[in-house]
């Protein structure tokens, strides 16, 4: 065993030797929420384990926290449907017809709840997908203020559409009415956070929802099942458990399902897609694939990148659809930047995700230490080197970063989303050649250039807006600030997942009008005075 493999493997603790304000105490999930009721689960159950290893008489062992409900069959996940359904009532139900206020004050209610739970959410963040004790923080107070921030936005979306318009002899009100049931499905590396961009904007505009937890990230959205059961009227949000690849085509198939808000892969979006019934009923809001590159210009400051391009290619462990997955480096700046980017990857400290500082933790997908180790070989049967020492040691959920050159075409990591800690770099002589290696990739979201001089880098820019959502000069790729478009071409995404583009997302523009005439006048201020109508108002939103 090599020296960096007895390091790594001592990382993992016994039990004893878990600070106690971090230990687990093994959540065995019996309850969901369906309809308004917590109801009891005594069937089959999917066994959680951790990615920390505890160390033991016999070895290290994968520390079993938790198991949740696992059902054999498709009558629990219909019930859960039929539930959002009988409370979306098609538009007529208590939640769609509610006030933008009550729907606010509801939303406020549940935050306010979500709060208290911080502790177990942030603990139950470590331990299920090895996220930093930082980290996980981040998450939880970063989810609280999207929230916060879709509220005001959804207030000014409902200011917008406070008055009436009197165009051409029509008088009209415009405002955004919700599209029914929406089924949301998150992803493991932020289960909360990315989850609840679509989940709470599919709720404040009014729609009902079936909420799938990922895979992986499952227990840490059971201290708020409660908080969703007392905080919205029944059936708004229901939860789904069960195989992903059994349950969710019984629910499409259906066609109940109007909106699919899903973050994962486009090969399931594609297929999920294709199992409704009626393809023109439903909407997709989706957040998928993504190989983001960054491009590094001769005249770039090495420093600045290479601090930028760690931040971008190894924040939790790389494991970001934003993340930075291969490196276009052009061959006069290559040999100084891969000894500066070998050296700081070097520096990276692993631990476990509550230790001080700790910047590699475990990796919570079982079988990605095999597949990271296969691209490694894979790379280096074609002709490339790890750059750093010890890169790509493992020892057991422990994969110590690697900064692979050159990778060319033919390498699975030329083209394959690694989606974990491990670093490409290609050389280049001619700019033309990142550009046609974007122009060829199936996914579109993001691109970083760096570079000291404004003149090729503007001559980059323009045409890479075209093929990419977001041109970062300088600058790691990235999502935030939530205000921002967050989307992509191709494969990469469906829809736009910012504050105010979310709700637009989960609604449509739906319009009352009438004939600009004095009996008409007279209705319209009567619903309006008489407070008749919600949808019909001109109540303005403080």
Known sequence: MTNLSQQLEILFPAEDQIPEEFRIEALHQRDYLVDGEIRQWDGPTQEVVSPIFVQTPAGLVRKV???????????????????AVRAFDSGRGAWPTMSVTDRIECMERFVGKMMEQKKAVVNLLMWEIGKTLADSI??????????????????????????????????GQIRRS??????????????????????????????????????????LHHPLLDAFRTSFPKGVVNTVYGRGATVVPTLM?????????????????????????????????????????????????????????????????????????????????????????????????????????????????????????????????????????????????????????????????????????VVPVVPFDDIDEPIAYIIDAD?????????????????????????????????????GPDTFPFTGRKDSAEGTLSVEDALRSFSIRTVVATKDTAQNKTILNDIVEQHQSEFLSTKFIF
């Open 138 to 171: 981040k998450e939880f107070d970063r989810t609280v203020q999207y929230i916060y921030d879709t509220i005001d936005a959804f207030k000014d979306v409902d200011r917008a559409g406070s008055r009436f318009r009197i165009e051409e002899g029509i008088i």
């Open 65 to 83: 926290i938790g198991s949740y409900p696992l059902p054999v069959d498709d009558n629990e996940a219909l019930d859960a449907l039929d539930a």
């Open 253 to 421: 198939k259906s066609g109940k399902i109007n909106v699919l808000a899903l973050i994962g892969s486009s090969r399931v979006a594609d297929s999920l897609k294709k199992m409704h019934p009626k393809s023109n009923r439903l909407r997709a809001v989706l957040s998928l694939d993504a190989k983001n590159a960054a491009i590094i210009l001769p005249d770039a400051d090495i420093e600045l990148t290479v601090k930028e391009c760690m931040l971008g290619a190894m924040s939790f462990n790389g494991q970001r659809c934003t993340a930075l997955k291969i490196l276009w480096v052009h061959r006069s700046v290559a040999d100084v930047f891969l000894q500066r980017m070998g050296e700081e990857l070097n520096k990276l400290k692993p631990g476990m995700p509550w230790s001080q500082g700790a910047q590699v933790t475990p990796l919570p997908e079982p079988g990605k230490p095999a597949y990271l180790d296969a691209c490694l070989r894979d790379a280096e049967a074609k002709g490339a080197r790890i750059m750093n020492e010890g890169g790509g040691t493992t020892v057991e959920s422990f994969v110590f970063p690697a900064l692979v050159y050159p990778v060319k075409d033919g390498m699975k990591l030329y083209r394959e989303e690694q989606f974990g800690p």
């Open 443 to 479: 996914h579109g979201q993001q691109v970083s250039i760096f570079g000291s001089e404004s003149e090729p880098l503007a001559r980059l820019i323009d045409p890479l807006v075209n093929q990419v959502s977001r041109v970062n000069i300088n600058a790691q790729c990235q999502r």
């Open 178 to 219: 919700p599209l029914g049931v929406v089924l949301c499905m998150g992803p493991f590396n932020y289960p909360l956070n990315e989850t609840y961009t679509t989940l709470i904007p599919a709720i404040l505009m009014g729609n009902t929802v079936l909420f799938k937890p990922p895979k992986h990230g499952t227990l």
